[in-house]
């Protein structure tokens, strides 16, 4: 029989700091695709929560970057969160799973975090030129969605920002993309 001892870690033992000042990470691990069937029970979904709500007074915002999917992840997420922003890509797909995510965002707030708010809706891969993407955002705003402002703009650059693993404000800091990013966080600081 092989016996081991297993020590769980306080949850200030996964942050890590970066080059940028004020910024602190807690990555996620790929072995939480293994571990997804096992934390679905009924009071596992709150985990993040309080894990996040002992570290409250050591930071004044704590963001959640969650898959796409709508699965146990980001649902745990909605949970943790006081308010939540949703990427908008600018086609018929993110439309509906826009739709979706605002439904499962209704049924988290009535059944688990009443003080949840939509901040508002990221318009991302923005195209001004294009008629698909002026008319999706504009429906977005006649039916009443926060959409935010500026839209972001779509860029083969965000993509070099992801190879290079720097955020985009500072691979190329005043690259229009950068400027966008910096005035969308004005905007929600302000």
């Known amino acids: 029989t092989l016996g081991f001892s297993f020590q769980p870690k306080q949850v200030g033992e996964f942050i890590y700091e970066t080059p ?10 790929p ?19 309080d894990a996040l709500e002992s570290l409250s007074d050591r930071y004044d915002r704590i963001f959640i970057d969650t898959p796409p999917a709508l699965n146990f992840y980001t ?5 943790a969160a006081e308010r939540c922003l949703i990427p908008f890509d600018c086609d018929d797909f993110s439309r509906r799973a826009l739709y979706t995510l605002m439904q499962n965002v209704q049924e988290i707030q009535s059944d688990h975090n009443p003080a949840l708010k939509v901040e508002g809706v990221i318009v991302n891969q923005f195209q001004p ?23 972001l703009s779509a860029s ?3 993509k070099e920002s992801h190879e290079r693993a720097l ?16 005035a969308l966080f004005d905007a929600l600081e302000g």
Not at 20 to 29: A, F, K, N, Q
Not at 75 to 79: E, G, P, Q
Not at 167 to 179: F, G, N, T
């Open 31 to 49: 072995t939480l695709d293994e571990l997804h069937g096992k934390l679905e029970s009924r009071y596992k979904i709150y985990k993040l929560r």
């Open 167 to 182: 955020p985009m404000v500072q691979l190329d800091p005043r690259h229009k993309l950068s400027l966008e990013f910096v």
């Open 156 to 158: 083969v650059k965000i």
């Open 20 to 29: 940028i000042e004020h910024l602190h990470l807690m990555p996620s691990s």
């Open 129 to 151: 030129r294009a008629s698909l993407p002026q008319k999706l955002v504009a429906e977005l705003i006649e039916e009443g969605l926060p959409v935010l402002q500026p839209y």
């Open 75 to 79: 649902r745990s997420a909605l949970i």
